[in-house]
C-alpha cells in the first residue's frame, strides 16, 4: 500500500482513475476535445458538425417548401429565397455531405484495418477545423456580407454560382466572396485529410490485411479520398481565379470582359460530378458492411465489388458535361457524355446484384441499421433509372433544372446518402458510445422519415415533367404544379418527425441505453474485437488476420473463411 | 398525362387549369419535342422494366430470406461469389446501355443538326435580366417575352430557327412543348428550332437561374396560322401609332428617362428594356409578371417594384398627371 492508494480510500474507495476522470471540470472536458488529435474525438466531432449543419440545412429546405407550398405566395422575399436555396444546396454540400464522409472515415478506417490512429493524427486535427471555418465563414456572410459596416446578405448566386451571376457586375457587396472562401477553405481541409487517410489505408494495415483482405469499407474510402485529391483541386483552382476576378481585375469568367461563362460550368462540373460519387460511395461501403451482417453472409462478389468501385470512379472523372447538355455542345460532344454517363450505369448495377447476391440465401434481420439498407437500395435503384433518363441528352433538354432533376438528385442525396448515414449512425453508434439505440424509437424514425421522403420525392419528379424549373421563388396558378408541390411540403413535416425522433434517440441512449457489449451485431470486422467505446489507442495489441472476416474466423474455428478466399 | 395531372389540382385547389395550357413535356406539339418524348417513352418502357424486375427480385428476397421465428440459430451458407452469375449481370445492363446510346445518338443527330429549310423563319432571342428581347432581321419586328411563329400545316413547313444570345448572365429557352431548354450564353450563340403544327398558346419560361426575379422571366409562344401569322408581322412591321390626342403622353416619354432604356419606333437598336412599338398588342407586361390593360401598365409604372420585387426598372415617381398622360398615350400603342 502507498500514498495515493491511501487517497483513494479517503474518496470513499473509488479507484483513482476514475475520481481523477471525475474531478474534471466541463472546461478541462472542452479542452481536451479542442486539442485533441485522437481519430475517434475527431471522427465523432465531424460527425456532430455535420448533423449540426444538417439541421440547419433542413431548416432551409423548409422554409423554400412552405413559400412554394401553394402559387404566388410571398411569405418569403424573392432575394432571401434564392439565398435560402443558396445556402441549402452549398450547406448541405459541403457542409453536412463532407464532414460526414470524413467523420466516419476518421473513425472507422483505424479501427477496421487494425491501427492505432491515422497516419498523421495531427494534419487529422488541421483537416476538420480548417472545415469548421470554411463553414464558419459561409455563414458569417449572413451578418457581414455587405461589409461589417453595411447589413449582412448571404450569397444568392445558386451552389454552383454559374458565372457571369457571380461578377462584381451582377453581385455586389462580399456574399459570393464569402461563399468562395467558405468553401475554398473548407476544400483545403479536405485535401488534407483525403491524403490522411489513402496514408493511413496504404500504410498502416495491421499484419495479414493484404489489400485483398481489407474490409470493403475500407477500399471504397481509398478510392472515394483519391477522388477528393483530384476532383477538389480544379474547383480550388477554379475559386483563386473567381477571387482574382472580383480583386485583382482578371477576366476568367467576367463575360462582359470577353471571359468565359462556359469555362466556369467546366471547372465547377469536373469537380461537381466526382462529388456525387465521393458523396454516394461511402454510402455504399456503409451497405457494403450492413447488408453482410444482418443478412449473416460474406459480401457476394467481393473483388467485383472493388473493381466496380474503381470502375465508377474512373469513369465517374469523365461525365461532367452531362450538366451542360443544355449549354450547346456539338452533337458529337453531347454524343461522347451520353456513351460515359451511362457507361457509370453498369458497374452501378454490378453493386445492386452483389448487395441482393449477398441476401440471397440469408436469413435477414430487420434491425433498424438494416431497414435503412434496403430502403437504400430500393431509392438508390430509382436514382439509378432516373439518372439514365437524365443521361439521354435530348430528355435532359426537357428534365435539366426542371423539378425531375431536384428529384432525381434528393433521391440520391437523401435517399441514398442520408439513409445509408442514418444506418450507419444506427449501427456504429454502440461502438462509439457503448450504449444500444433504442429499436422502438429507430423504427418510429425509419418509418416517418420513408413516408415523409416518398411524399416529397416522388411527387416532385411530376412537377418537373409538367415544365417547373428549379429555383424559382413562386410560380402561376394556371400551370397545373399547386397540388404536386402542396404535397412534396406535407412530406416535409414526416421527414423533421422522423430526424427528431433520432435525436430524441441519440441523447436518450447516451445517457440510458442498454449497455452495447464490444459486439452486439454478431459482426465480423475488427471494430468489433475491442471494446465499446474502444480505448484511447484502440488495440493494446495489434490484431493479426487472415482473412476478410477475422471475428468470422474466431467464432467458426472449424470453418473459417481463409479456407475459402 | 397533363390532363390527369391537373385535374386533381382543378378540384381541390379551386384554381381553374386549362389542361391546355400545362407546359408538360408528354404533350408535345412541334417536331423537336416530339421526338424527345418518343425517346422518352423508349427509354421509360425499358428502365421500367428494368425497376420492376430489380425491385421485384428485392421484394422476393425479403420475403423468401427473412429470418423465421423458429430459427435455429445456425448461419446459412457463406457464399462468397460467383464467375459467371456476375459476367451475366454485366453482359446485360452492357447491351441495355449499348441500346441507349445508339437511340439517343440518333435522336440527338436528328435534333440538333437539322438542316434550316428556306421557308424557315430566323428569329434572335436576347436574354436579359428578367425579359425575352425577340427580333426578327429578316421582317424588321422587334418585340418582346411573347414569340409569335406560324404552323407548319398541309406540307408546308414553316419552322422557327432562334438564335439565342445573353446580354448579361446565362439564361434557358424552355417551352416544354416545343422543344427542350438551350441556354443563352453571353459570348456565344447557341440554336435550336421549333415546328408547331396547330395554333394555339405555349407557356414557357427560363430555365437556368439568372438572379432576383428568375421566376418572372415567363415565355409566351403563340403559334399562329400562316395567314395570321402574316397578318401578325405586317402589323408589328407599321410604324407606331401617332394619335394627336396622345401627343401630351408622348411629350412625358420623350422627356423622363423612358427613353434612356425603351424605344418607341424609329432604328429601333438595342437598349436596355423591351421595344414598346407595339406594346399593347402584347397580352402581357414585364414578362408575364401581369395581364396587359391599361389600369395594369399603370400600376406597372407607378410601382415596378411591387409586382417584381428587384427588377431593373426604376421607379420613376411620375405625378398622377403625367402618369395618366403616359398611360393613355402607351395605350395606343396598338
Given at each position: 500500500m502507498n500514498d495515493t492508494s491511501h487517497l483513494g480510500e479517503i474518496a470513499g474507495g473509488m479507484p483513482l482513475a476514475a475520481r481523477a476522470a471525475d474531478d474534471r471540470t466541463v472546461l478541462d472536458t472542452l479542452h481536451s476535445w479542442l486539442v485533441t488529435v485522437d481519430h475517434k474525438k475527431l471522427g465523432l466531432m465531424y460527425i456532430l458538425y455535420g448533423l449540426g449543419f444538417l439541421f440547419i440545412g433542413g431548416l432551409e429546405a423548409t422554409l423554400i417548401r412552405i413559400q412554394l407550398i401553394a402559387p404566388g405566395l410571398h411569405v418569403i422575399a424573392p432575394v432571401a429565397f434564392n439565398q435560402l436555396f443558396t445556402m441549402h444546396g452549398t450547406t448541405m454540400v459541403f457542409l453536412v455531405g463532407m464532414p460526414l464522409i470524413f467523420g466516419f472515415a476518421n473513425y472507422l478506417v483505424p479501427l477496421m484495418i487494425g491501427a492505432r490512429d491515422l497516419a498523421f493524427p495531427r494534419l487529422n486535427a488541421f483537416g476538420l477545423w480548417l472545415s469548421v471555418f470554411g463553414g464558419l465563414l459561409l455563414y458569417f456572410s449572413y451578418i457581414g456580407g455587405q461589409g461589417l459596416s453595411g447589413a449582412g446578405s448571404a450569397p444568392d448566386v445558386g451552389w454552383f454560382a454559374y458565372a457571369p451571376l457571380t461578377a462584381k457586375a451582377f453581385s455586389k457587396g462580399h456574399s459570393t466572396d464569402y461563399w468562395t472562401l467558405g468553401i475554398l477553405v473548407s476544400g483545403f481541409g479536405s485535401i488534407a485529410t483525403a491524403a490522411n487517410i489513402i496514408t493511413t489505408i496504404v500504410c498502416m494495415r495491421c499484419r495479414g490485411m493484404s489489400l485483398t483482405r481489407m474490409p470493403l469499407l475500407a477500399w471504397l474510402y481509398l478510392v472515394v479520398c483519391g477522388m477528393v485529391l483530384i476532383a477538389v483541386s480544379p474547383l480550388t483552382a477554379a475559386q483563386v481565379m473567381l477571387l482574382l476576378d472580383r480583386f485583382a481585375g482578371s477576366h476568367f469568367f467576367d463575360t462582359q470582359a470577353g471571359g468565359s461563362a462556359v469555362l466556369w460550368m467546366h471547372f465547377f462540373w469536373i469537380f461537381g460530378h466526382p462529388e456525387v460519387y465521393i458523396l454516394v460511395i461511402p454510402a455504399f461501403a456503409f451497405a457494403s458492411e450492413i447488408i453482410p451482417v444482418f443478412s449473416r453472409k460474406?459480401?457476394?462478389g467481393y473483388p467485383v465489388m472493388v473493381g466496380a468501385t474503381c470502375a465508377i470512379a474512373f469513369v465517374s472523372l469523365g461525365v461532367w458535361a452531362h450538366h451542360m447538355f443544355t449549354v450547346g455542345m456539338t452533337s458529337t460532344g453531347n454524343t461522347f457524355f451520353v456513351v460515359s454517363t451511362m457507361m457509370i450505369g453498369v458497374p452501378t448495377g454490378i453493386k445492386i446484384f452483389n448487395w441482393l447476391g449477398t441476401m440471397w440465401g440469408g436469413k435477414l434481420r430487420f434491425a433498424t441499421p438494416m431497414l435503412f439498407s434496403i430502403a437504400f437500395l430500393f431509392q438508390f435503384l430509382i436514382a439509378g433509372l432516373t439518372g439514365i433518363m437524365l443521361a439521354c441528352a435530348p430528355w435532359d433538354w426537357q428534365l435539366n433544372d426542371s423539378y425531375f432533376l431536384i428529384a432525381h438528385f434528393h433521391y440520391v442525396l437523401v435517399g441514398a446518402i442520408v439513409f445509408m448515414i442514418f444506418a450507419a449512425i444506427y449501427y456504429w453508434f454502440p461502438k462509439a458510445t457503448g450504449r444500444l439505440l433504442s429499436e422502438r424509437l429507430g423504427k418510429w424514425h425509419f418509418w416517418l422519415f420513408l413516408i415523409g421522403f416518398h411524399m416529397t420525392f416522388d411527387t416532385m419528379h411530376f412537377p418537373g415533367i409538367l415544365g417547373m424549373p428549379r429555383r424559382i421563388y413562386t410560380y402561376e396558378a394556371?400551370?397545373?404544379?399547386g397540388t404536386l408541390n402542396l404535397i412534396c411540403t406535407i412530406g416535409v413535416a414526416f421527414q423533421i418527425a422522423g430526424v427528431l425522433i433520432m435525436s430524441v434517440n441519440l441523447l436518450r441512449s447516451l445517457r440510458k441505453g442498454k449497455p452495447a457489449g464490444s459486439d452486439p451485431w454478431d459482426a465480423w470486422t475488427l471494430e468489433w474485437s475491442t471494446s465499446s467505446p474502444p480505448?484511447?489507442?484502440?488495440?493494446s495489441e495489434i490484431p493479426t488476420v487472415k482473412s476478410r472476416r477475422p471475428l468470422w474466423d474466431l467464432k467458426h474455428p472449424a470453418d473459417p473463411d481463409w479456407k475459402y478466399e | 398525362m397533363a390532363m390527369l395531372l391537373a385535374a386533381p389540382q382543378a378540384l381541390c385547389g379551386g384554381q381553374r387549369v386549362d389542361p391546355a395550357l400545362v407546359p408538360s413535356m408528354f404533350a408535345p406539339e412541334s417536331a423537336p419535342a416530339h421526338s424527345i418524348s418518343h425517346l422518352a417513352g423508349f427509354v421509360l418502357a425499358i428502365t421500367g422494366g428494368m425497376f420492376a424486375l430489380v425491385a421485384g427480385l428485392l421484394i422476393y428476397v425479403i420475403v423468401r430470406y427473412r429470418r423465421r421465428p423458429n430459427d435455429d440459430g445456425m448461419e446459412p451458407a457463406q457464399v462468397y461469389g460467383s464467375g459467371p452469375v456476375e459476367a451475366a449481370w454485366t453482359t446485360v445492363p452492357l447491351l441495355i446501355v449499348v441500346a441507349f446510346t445508339l437511340t439517343t445518338a440518333r435522336v440527338i443527330q436528328e435534333v440538333q443538326d437539322a438542316r434550316e429549310p428556306a421557308s424557315a423563319v430566323n428569329v434572335q432571342i436576347i436574354g436579359h435580366q428578367w425579359w425575352w428581347e425577340i427580333r426578327y432581321p429578316e421582317l424588321g419586328i422587334v418585340t418582346a417575352n411573347e414569340l409569335h411563329v406560324p404552323v407548319s400545316q398541309g406540307g408546308e413547313r414553316r419552322p422557327a430557327f432562334l438564335d439565342l444570345r445573353s446580354a448579361d448572365v446565362v439564361h434557358s429557352f424552355w417551352v416544354p412543348r416545343l422543344m427542350g431548354k438551350i441556354d443563352l450564353v453571353p459570348n456565344k450563340v447557341n440554336s435550336m428550332w421549333i415546328e408547331p403544327e396547330r395554333p394555339g398558346l405555349f407557356l414557357g419560361q427560363c430555365g437556368t437561374y439568372c438572379g432576383t426575379e428568375h421566376a418572372y422571366m415567363l415565355i409566351r409562344v403563340f403559334a399562329d396560322l400562316p395567314q395570321d401569322f402574316d397578318r401578325w408581322a405586317e402589323q408589328q412591321k407599321a410604324p407606331p401609332e401617332n394619335d394627336p390626342s396622345a401627343a401630351a403622353g408622348r411629350r412625358v416619354f420623350e422627356r423622363t428617362a423612358c427613353v434612356n432604356c425603351h424605344v418607341i419606333g424609329g432604328a429601333r437598336d438595342r437598349r436596355f428594356g423591351p421595344d414598346l412599338t407595339h406594346l399593347m398588342s402584347r397580352s402581357t407586361l414585364a414578362s408575364g409578371a401581369l395581364s396587359n390593360s391599361p389600369a395594369a401598365l399603370r400600376a406597372w409604372i407607378n410601382s415596378p417594384e411591387q409586382f417584381k420585387p428587384g427588377v431593373l426598372m426604376p421607379t420613376m415617381n411620375l405625378s398622377d398627371n403625367d402618369l395618366d398622360k403616359l398611360v393613355a398615350y402607351l395605350s395606343t400603342l396598338k
Open positions: 460474406a459480401i457476394f394556371d400551370r397545373g404544379w480505448p484511447e489507442y484502440n488495440f | -
